[in-house]
């Protein structure tokens, strides 16, 4: 490893991806290791805010799959930044399936409490579809494109033989959970819908065992951490890339030239891409020079990538059960099974799902976590702090048919007008394969090319096979990136710089 102690590598973006690259290459030796990073801040979709004084996240929300393969639950243990109950061998050996068993309260748009017995014969042919939905991943020749369809057609035809001695009244009130059920979906996956959700690729993202956990004192604190162990000065903020120029045979030396907004140019032998799918998708054609190659910029474009708000809004009493974890809110005119509002602007407030609600009671009080995806979350965040409570204030005096609940503050997220990031997270969008992600981790030159190996890498929550929207998945593509170039130098022979 000696001989890569002089190479020069620039990682794209200070994101928990680009700082876990960085933490992998300055153990192993490398010491000329750069972050650049657009924004003042660290921790890119990992970000802890305040609600009054109750600390809240704007980001990444949970360990998905908090077990011992999990390389988050593995880092926050170390860092001792969980609960203790977290950390128990019960709770990591529960086997949730990507969905944590909460204890809900459903209402309806009528007003009032829904009988939960009403509703669970539909939330479980639901969740049957969705575990059927990821059986297509590998076979040929699914049923249909995306899985929105797939659930429409199978609801209904299961409907007809399974609900046909229930009242027509019961009936379209299970429809409308199904409605209920695909925009929490939407938000699960990042989708403006789930017909934009490929039902032959769902079944490529994997969960890992372990029940959700969050973080008391903020995910940041996982970014305080990783941070504080690399040299000072890694960093530069405020300083976003223009274009990375590649394949520069002109420069004796290095390969890679990466170009900053402020017009400098930094010489690089490896670039480490860290940026978000959505920034990509946007920027693609500035931001390499030469452009992408044409199969990498093809999946590029066909995965998705989309938005999921939270907004949150806390009460002076709490209008639902004292043990609920998740309110559903059911209109009960949306029998059509829809996962789009036909006006977004007059009605978007309706592709918010519901609201989690933040415990413990005593850290957070009373506080709940409304979900909203797609483009009716994107235009609400086109709107005023005042529209987005007022409307939030008519939804809950609807559905709890209290005219005098009012909220005592409201706070949302802007994921897709934050310009670095440009929406959310990844999901397979419709036309796209276990190929697509393939590409997406594939480094610059391409297989094949008698260029200098290695140029370009690409990290990030987008590039990871199966872990794709997750933050463990970002950590993986990280260390995946430094430990190519860990072994490129490992068995390369004899590379001294002149």
Not at 55 to 82: D, K, M, S, T
Not at 102 to 127: C, H, R, V
Not at 385 to 396: D, H, K, P, S, Y
Not at 485 to 497: A, D, N, Q
Request: with cysteine.
């Amino acid at each position: 490893m000696a001989r890569s102690v002089n190479t020069k590598i620039v990682i794209i973006g200070c994101g928990i991806s680009g700082i876990s690259a960085a933490h992998r290459l300055v153990k192993a030796g490398f010491n000329d290791v750069r972050i650049l990073e657009a924004t003042s801040r660290s921790g890119g979709r990992i970000k802890t805010g305040r609600l009054g004084n109750k600390i809240v996240e704007i980001g990444a929300n949970w360990i998905h799959g908090p077990c011992e393969e999990n390389p988050v639950f593995c880092l926050a243990r170390q860092y001792r930044l969980l609960d203790p109950e977290a950390l128990t061998p019960e709770n990591q050996a529960m086997d949730i399936g990507g969905h944590p068993p909460w204890t809900p309260n459903f209402f309806g748009s009528s007003g009032g409490k829904l009988n939960a017995e009403d509703i669970y014969p539909a939330q479980q042919m639901f969740l049957e579809l969705l575990n059927e939905s990821s059986e297509f991943q590998g076979q040929k020749g699914e049923p249909w494109s995306c899985v929105g369809d797939f659930i429409r057609s199978e609801v209904q035809q299961r409907a007809e033989e399974q609900w046909k001695d229930i009242d027509a009244t019961s009936r379209s009130l299970r429809l409308c959970v199904i409605s209920n059920m695909l925009k929490v979906e939407c938000c699960v996956n990042g989708a403006h819908s789930m017909d934009e959700v490929s039902l032959g690729a769902f079944g490529l993202y994997k969960t890992l065992p372990g029940n959700d956990c969050t973080f008391p004192g903020g995910y940041e604190g996982l970014i305080k951490n990783l941070m504080s162990e690399l040299p000072s000065g890694l960093v530069t903020y405020n300083r976003p890339v223009r274009c990375v120029h590649w394949n520069n045979t002109e420069e004796r030396g290095n390969p890679v030239m990466v170009e900053c907004d402020d017009g400098e140019r930094i010489a690089a032998d490896h670039v480490i891409c860290t940026v978000p799918l959505g920034y990509l998708r946007k920027h693609h054609s500035t931001l390499f020079h030469p452009p992408l190659p044409l199969h990498k910029l093809c999946s590029v474009q066909r995965l998705g990538f989309g938005t999921n708000n939270k907004i949150f809004v806390e009460f002076d009493a709490p209008w639902w059960d004292a043990d609920c974890e998740i309110i559903y809110l059911v209109w009960e005119d949306e029998d059509a099974m829809v996962d789009e509002v036909p006006d977004v602007q007059r009605s978007w407030i309706k592709k918010l799902f519901g609201f989690t609600v933040l415990k413990p009671t005593e850290r957070y009080g009373h506080v709940l976590c409304g979900w909203i995806a797609g483009h009716e979350s994107e235009y609400m965040e086109t709107l005023s702090e005042q529209e987005v409570t007022q409307a939030v204030t008519q939804l809950v005096r609807r559905f709890t048919g209290n005219p005098t609940v009012t909220p005592k503050r409201v706070f949302r997220s802007q994921w897709f007008h934050d310009p670095w990031t440009c929406g959310s997270y990844t999901h397979p969008g419709k036309g796209c394969s276990e190929q697509d992600l393939d590409n997406m981790m594939e480094p610059l030159p391409s297989k094949g090319s008698q260029s200098q190996p290695l140029q370009v890498l690409f990290a990030g929550e987008a590039t990871h096979p199966c872990y794709f929207s997750t933050v463990h998945g970002a950590v993986l593509t990280g260390w995946r990136e430094a430990d190519r170039l860990i072994s490129h130098y490992s068995s390369v022979p004899c590379l001294e710089k002149d």
